[in-house]
Every structure is written in C-alpha cells, then in structure tokens.
C-alpha cells in the first residue's frame, strides 16, 4: 500500500470506531437525562474528553483483526471503542493522581468542573477538589462501559469471555503500571533503567498495543500460535514506544509533538532518559533544576546538554532500536502472513523514524 | 422461620458468599505477585476493605433467589459477590471525594497508604494524596471485578446479559447520586427533602436494595411481573433504610449503632432531618454548631432538642414508615408467593423496629 491508501485506511477505521462511540455516548446521555441534567452534562464532558485523538489502540484492533482476515467491521470497532473507553477511564483517573487539570491544551475532566466552581465563586482548593471528585465518577463511568462495550459489539459465547479476558488482563496490568508509578515519585533514590521500562510497560504499553492486538487476533479467529506472536510484537513495539515518547518529551520538535519540550523537565519526569542520566557524575550539575516548576529554556538547554554528554540520549534511542527491532522479528514467525508483515511495517518504521 | 433459623440462614448465606470472594482475592492476589510484591499487598488491603462487612447486598440477591424457589447457591452466591465487589469500588471513590481516611474504625484504602506513607517520614499532604491516589486504583480493580464476577458465576447467555444489564443500571444510577451528593455539598441553599430522597435512592438505595434483588429474581428465573414487583419492594424500602439510617446518626445508641452519634452533625451530613429542619424558624438558633467540626456533645444535644421542636424527626420517622409500608404492598402482588413475603417480612420489620 503507498502512503494515501494507509492514510485513507487509517481514517476509515477511525471514522468506524468514532461511530460506535458516538452512538453509545447518544445512548448514555439519553439514559442519563432523566437522572437530571447535571448527569446529562457530565456525559457530555466525558464525552469530549474521550474524543479528539487518534483512536489508537482501536486502530490497532482493527488493523490486527483485517489484517488476519476479519471481515466484520462493526465487530472490530466495537472491540475498539472498548480499548478507547479504557484508555479514556485510566487517563480521566492518571489525571487525579497526578492532579492535572488539562489535557492536550484544554481543561480535562477535573478542569472543567474546578473551572464551573470557581466561576460561581468557590475558593480554589474546594473547586479542584470538587474537579478530581467528579473526574473519579467520569472515569467509573467510562471503566465499566468498557466491559459493556464488548457485550454490545454482538460477540457471543465463549469469543466474548475470551476478549473480556483480554481486557481484564489490560486493566489488571495497568493498575500494577500505576501503582509502581505512584510509589517511584515517593522514594528517595531514583529508579533505574529496568524499573522504567517495566512500569512503562505495564502502565500503558501493554493496554495501548499487546491487548488490543491480541484482541483483534482472536475476534479474527487466528490460531494461538498467531495471537501470541503478534503479542510479543506488541510489547517490543509498546516499549519502543514509549522510550521515544520520553525523548520527544525532551529533545522533540514542538511544532511536531503539539506540546512544550519543558513539560517533562519541569514535572520531573521518570524515564529511561533520567533513570540512564542520575548514575553519571556530570547529572550533579543540572539536577536541582530538573523537576523544578520554574525552569527555564536556558535551562532546559543546559539539561539537554547533560544528557547528552552522558550519553543518555544515545542510549535512550538504541533501546527503542533494539526493541522496535525485536518487534520486527517477532512478526516473522511463521504463524503470521504477509498481510500481517504490511500492515505493521509502517507502525515499525514510524516508531524508528522518530528516532534519531 | 423462628429467629434461629433466621439467623442461620443469614450466616449461611453471607459464608457462602464469603467462600467466593476468598476465592477471587485469592486468584488476583496470585496474578498480582507476578508483577511485584507492592501489587499483590494492594490486593491485600482491597481484600481486608471488602471484609468484615455483613454482605449485605449478596444476602438481599440471595433470599430473592432462594425464596423464588432458586437452588444454584453457588451461582447466586456469584452474583451477591459482584454487587459486594460493587460496594466496595464505590465506598472506596466515596471516601476519595469525601477524603475520608477511616472507615469501620480501621484505616480504609487512603488511610492504609497515607500511613504506610507517613511513618516513611513522607509529609501529611502528600502521604494524604498517595492514599487517596492508591484507592483511585484499588476502587478501579474492584468495580470492573464486579462485572467480571458475573463472568466467573457459570451463568451463560441471555440470562448473564440480563445481570450485566442490572449491575450496569445500579453503577449508573449510583454515578448521578453521587455527582448530586458532591452538588448538594458546594450549594450555598440547602437542598430540599425529595431532593435528599432522590440522592440517596440514587446513590445507595438502588444499588444496595432494588438491583440486589432484581438480579436474584431473574437468576431464579422470574416472571417480569415478580421481578418488577420486588424491584418496587427494594426501591422503597431502600429509601426507608436510609431515612432511618439517618436517623440514627443523630438520634441512635452509639452501643447499638456502633458508631459515634456526633459524626453527622460534626459533619453537617445532608439528611431528610436537616433539610426539614431548615425552613423552620428554631433552626437558626443552632445553625451555626452544625457541622462544625468541634461539635460538643453539648451542642450535639442542642441541635437534637431543635429537631425534637421542629417535628423534623417525627417528619422523617413518618417518611421511613410510609415508604416501610408502601414497601411491604408491593410485596402483596399476585405474582409473589408467601415464600417471599416469608423471607422479607422481617426485613420490613428490622427497618420499622428502628424507627420509635
């Protein structure tokens, strides 16, 4: 396939999967009406958090199931829209936790409903508390419609428990991912490179790629040997992933990521970058500004010049290689076809096209 | 039945119940310690939360089951688990929103973490938050384990989608109760007695009362008639549960209540009391004691010396009675049989026997 027809592809699928959202968004906002109007209004608001994106893990359902030979869409997207409605109940509850109050440059969740309070006048500790405690009933909302998603997609029988396995598993892992999150920005010494890499697995790259591609294997009926291959390709892909999504976080181009290059920086953020850097004698000249809310770009320049100069960086992008790679292999198995191989092959060139 | 069967029956049926939530917390708590020791302790303190409990609402899924002429004790001993998995996740987020750190007398989710937090030498508000952050997560493990403990009962089919229907309703419904409660408490006019009445039928009655029974009518194979008919007799005598409940946070023996008879007025618990006692002249005379948190025992008896003056405790004990007694009607229709008016009638009893 050339580059338009991946594009078009792509925005089919999405299109597919926004289309199931919307018609359960209808269904629960029409439900949620005769339960008074602020109920009616919080689907409204979970529903404009859990659109906008890029519908990524339903695509990579859908690609995974077509590509093994699935022919019922609706089926696909609905599986889909159950891995989007997870991905939206973990982000709305990641927020809480990290008390965030936006989302990709505007107010998430817990904004909106601290920036309603305080527009009638609520001090500001009461207004975002009343922010997170609304964020934690949006994101129950979209938890077990998860679940619920599946049963509406028509898959029956012993197919339906086997993709409720799947997401359970998703879910099961991603809490263990946010809890070892939780507890690294607690402890005194900083994590090291495996930790990371483990609790960034856990927490987001086994729900956003391994679980929605075994999904979509098993939907289409593929043998195990072919669902755990395309597993294995999942979590080498995940990881590879998400290293690179923490060197955008740093070094990335703004006007390509769509957020600032400080974030990171100033959050103090745990990756494989920092986890790499903190054993290196030369991190002791940068570390009181990294974390620090009032970073500058100077700043943020001088720390980037550490990291290289202790050759975080490079390391940080050979282990994305080495795990994109090893992605690749893993869809040589013999279990897989062609099609397979296609399909995939651009995610894998993308994730080490972003790599210098 | 005499009373000894009656409590016979009872611990039967919370033991039975008991052996299956052993059974899930064993199996998790075994997934969990693959991904690390911290993962499997949480499991533990979401399972040490979920106990000790008197398994209420399994036992209400239960005695429709069973007096509906039900045999599989296993199955509906299923079901009652998923709605005490249920009201676990949401007494877990309640006490996130309420930021309440104790419950039962022992530190709930929050309060373990904050502890564990704090004698690492952790200061107070960020140890508050990591225990609050942990229980967003716990209460996410227990509320999709709700759904998937209907998955593990051996129930198949329509049947299984009808249970997934009821426990979806009363997670729903006990959403928009919730939002309401965290409404009413950022409200500068105080909310009026149906609207008290709606919020707590919304966020606990239907869950704890009108779906447990429903589930267990349908388990049982009911006729629509039957299974409306109990859902009637569970909505109202649900709200009269809480009326008295309520009651007895203010007015009740704290040796027979176990539970401190200061705690709502220190609070300023929105209740059908408060909300009658408001429109009254006399209450501005102690307005200002409640919910105050120094609240002294005194002061405590000021306040209930005003809603003795202003009949708002004979208002609300002649709500609970009505809604007690219109509860008992429904169970005289055509499609029950004396077995089930058997079984509840003591249940009616219980609710008017707290009532003067």
């Given at each position: 396939m050339d580059t338009h027809d991946l594009v078009a592809v792509s925005e089919r699928r999405q299109h597919q999967v926004d289309r199931v959202l919307r018609s359960f968004f209808d269904d629960s906002h029409y439900r949620a009406k005769a339960l008074g109007n602020p109920y009616a209004a919080l689907w409204q608001t979970l529903e404009r958090n859990a659109s906008g994106g890029k519908r990524f893990r339903p695509r990579m359902v859908m690609a995974a199931y077509e590509s093994l030979g699935g022919t019922d869409i609706?089926?696909?997207a609905h599986i889909g829209a159950a891995f989007e409605l997870l991905h939206t109940a973990l982000i709305v509850h990641d927020d809480v936790i990290d008390r965030d109050f936006v989302r990709r440059g505007g107010p998430n969740v817990s904004g909106s409903y601290r920036d309603l309070a305080t527009t009638a006048g609520i001090p500001l500790p009461i207004a975002e508390h009343r922010g997170m405690s609304v964020a934690v009933i949006a994101g129950d909302l979209a938890l077990f419609n998860a679940f619920r998603m599946i049963d509406r997609s028509g898959v029956d029988g012993v197919l339906r428990t086997r993709l409720h396995d799947i997401l359970d598993e998703a879910m099961f892992v991603s809490a263990a991912g946010e809890l070892l999150d939780v507890d690294f920005s607690l402890r005194s010494d900083p994590p090291a490179v495996e930790e990371i890499v483990e609790m960034e697995r856990l927490k987001t790259a086994e729900y956003s790629f391994e679980a929605p591609l075994k999904a979509g294997a098993v939907l289409a009926g593929a043998a195990d040997q072919a669902v755990e291959a395309l597993g294995r390709f999942g979590r080498r892909i995940g990881i590879a992933y998400q290293?690179?999504?923490?060197?955008?976080?740093?070094?990335?181009?703004?006007?390509?990521?769509?957020?600032?290059?400080?974030?990171?920086?100033?959050?103090?953020?745990?990756?494989?970058?920092?986890?790499?850097?903190?054993?290196?004698?030369?991190?002791?000249?940068?570390?009181?500004?990294?974390?620090?809310?009032?970073?500058?770009?100077?700043?943020?320049?001088?720390?980037?010049?550490?990291?290289?100069?202790?050759?975080?960086?490079?390391?940080?992008?050979a282990l994305a290689r080495e795990n994109a790679n090893r992605a690749w292999e893993a869809l040589a198995d013999e279990s897989l076809t062609p099609e397979v191989r296609d399909e995939f092959r651009p995610v894998v060139a993308s994730v080490l096209g972003r790599v210098r």
């Open positions: 609706d089926a696909a290293i690179v999504d923490d060197l955008l976080g740093v070094f990335g181009d703004e006007n390509e990521t769509g957020k600032t290059a400080l974030g990171d920086l100033r959050e103090g953020k745990s990756t494989v970058l920092l986890a790499h850097a903190v054993t290196r004698p030369e991190w002791a000249s940068v570390a009181s500004l990294f974390g620090s809310p009032d970073l500058t770009a100077a700043d943020a320049e001088r720390i980037r010049g550490v990291l290289e100069e202790t050759g975080s960086r490079r390391f940080a992008e």
